[in-house]
């Protein structure tokens, strides 16, 4: 039977160094409305859950329980979940997309389902995705922004309510530096740290203050309305909310919030940024269909919001007005939240999931649904290889910071900003236990306030766990 969208998920664009020499902004974790989708050993897609419309690229329309690899596709950097369509990104810049196809969302010119990878038409130079309910967007290495799919309410972001079928340039946006799709409207992140939205606003998920759709990006107000939005490291857009992480570890959430979606203890929609109750120190953010959830620098997770199938982890059903930690998870690298399902990766390479799990989409053999993490089983899975452990130190810092090695082998250490720009590398040696840098960048300019994200890679191929560093001025 066809399941019809309620809520959609948010994806969180942050540079994740899949890929030093060219790095993407962008997940090798995700989530859509009832499926999930995985980058492992670099760049080998696999994917789980519901394959109604092919959005598993496997070229069927079976279900699967557990992870099974997407062999059409190579050389993938980044991924992206919407409702029943999938997205990858290749390292080379191009983009392809399969899966539910009614509203031309797979961006090839036509409405045709596809159940394996096609590509994406006129589009090039793209170093990040996002996938919304029926709707695809993409920023270019030049700081535009293209969208295609739905636009019933300007989610396209072109000045239309027009549907495309292809990609269109998002009006009036330049200096972008990550984006993001929510179930019916659009985040984009600049870089200046400002936070632009368009399309649906009728529980005022823009930020604007007004509950206006907007066809065109209008410009996120500041803290209860005052001013504008700044100091933003990293988005991510819901069904009808959105969140933003700030550049001190704080996170400020705005839009629908009847099962508190926005974490700040009511369940009062709000039409310009709240901050989120109780949460620092956070690195990462990721957007539900009516959840929220934060990655802290502890490797903790916390999540709030909506719970009825358990999404929050926390061992209950119950919705939760303010965050609330994830059971048992530790040493936690990247999170993905999907319509009613939560995805985390471990620092061990491990995958863990929870909540909904009526298509298979915990990927761990049933379809039983969890209220707390149970692992993704991986066929003959092998251990994750790395390049040995490292960790810094101030966080934030502001003056220089250090990291430290264990085990390392030769190699070098790369450091990003959040767009997966290349801002600083050096050579680290086998046997070298730290390396100090005055967060300077490559090109003798100080780093500005913000995160950033590093890891080592050995010569040997090998890739260290990701370290997050927020530089704090």
């Known amino acids: 039977m066809k399941r019809h969208s309620l809520w959609f998920t948010g994806v969180v664009l942050i540079a994740l160094l899949n890929l030093p020499s060219h790095a993407m902004a962008g997940s090798v974790l995700d989530a859509g409305l009832f499926h999930s989708l995985m980058l492992r050993d670099g760049s080998v897609l696999w994917t789980w859950g519901d394959n109604e419309f092919g959005q598993l690229g496997d070229g069927s329309t079976t279900d699967r329980p557990t992870p099974a690899q997407v062999s059409s596709l190579s050389d993938v950097a980044a991924i992206a979940g919407g409702d029943y369509h999938s997205m990858a990104l290749r390292s080379d810049g191009s983009v392809y997309a399969w899966g539910h196809n009614d509203y031309g969302q797979l961006g090839d010119g036509s409405t045709l389902h596809r159940p394996t990878p096609a590509p994406v038409s006129s589009l090039s130079g793209v170093i990040a995705i996002a996938a919304g309910a029926y709707h695809s967007v993409a920023l270019r290495s030049d700081g535009t922004v293209w969208a295609w799919g739905d636009n019933r309410y300007g989610q396209l972001g072109d000045g239309s309510i027009t549907g495309r079928l292809s990609p269109v340039q998002v009006s ?53 309305g005052t001013g504008f939005l700044t100091g933003v490291a990293a988005i991510a857009a819901g069904g009808a909310h959105s969140l933003a992480l700030i550049s001190d570890g704080t996170v400020r959430a705005w839009g629908v919030n009847t099962f508190g979606h926005l974490g700040d203890g009511t369940t009062t929609d709000r039409w310009t ?27 903790t997770l916390w999540a709030w919001g909506d719970n009825a199938f358990g999404q929050l982890g926390d061992g209950s059903s119950t919705q939760r007005l303010t965050p609330v930690q994830v059971n048992g998870l530790s040493g936690v690298e990247e999170i993905a939240a999907g319509g009613f399902h939560a995805l985390a990766r471990k620092g061990d390479g491990s995958v863990w999931a929870w909540g909904a799990n009526l298509s298979g989409q915990l990927g761990d053999g049933t379809t039983t649904g969890r209220n707390a993490p149970v692992q993704v089983i991986f066929p003959n899975s092998p251990p994750v290889a790395r390049a ?6 101030p966080n934030p810092a502001s003056g220089s910071v250090t990291f430290y090695f264990e085990g390392a082998t030769s190699g ?30 490559s090109s003798g300019a100080p780093l500005a306030s913000g995160l950033y994200l590093y890891r080592l890679v050995g010569q040997d191929g090998t890739r260290s766990s990701i370290g997050r560093l927020v530089v704090q001025r």
């Not at 990550?178 to 399309?199: E, P, R």
């Not at 990721?286 to 502890?298: F, Q, T």
């Not at 450091?415 to 840098?437: K, P």
């Open 172 to 224: 009036g946006l330049s200096d972008a530096v990550a984006i993001a799709a929510g179930g019916y409207f659009s985040l984009a992140l600049k870089g200046d740290g400002t936070v632009w939205a368009w399309g649906d606003n009728g529980s005022g998920q823009l930020g604007d203050g007004t509950k206006a759709p907007a066809t065109t990006p209008v410009q996120v107000k500041g803290t209860g």
């Open 273 to 299: 940024p709240v901050q989120v109750s109780g949460l620092t120190g956070i690195t990462s953010i990721s957007a539900g269909g009516g959840y929220g959830m934060a990655l802290k620098n502890d490797g």
């Open 388 to 393: 040995g452990a490292i960790t810094h130190g």
């Open 412 to 441: 070098t250490l790369y450091v990003h900003d959040v767009a997966g720009r290349l801002v600083w590398s050096a050579q680290v040696h086998a046997g070298d236990t730290q390396r100090t840098w005055n967060l300077v960048s």
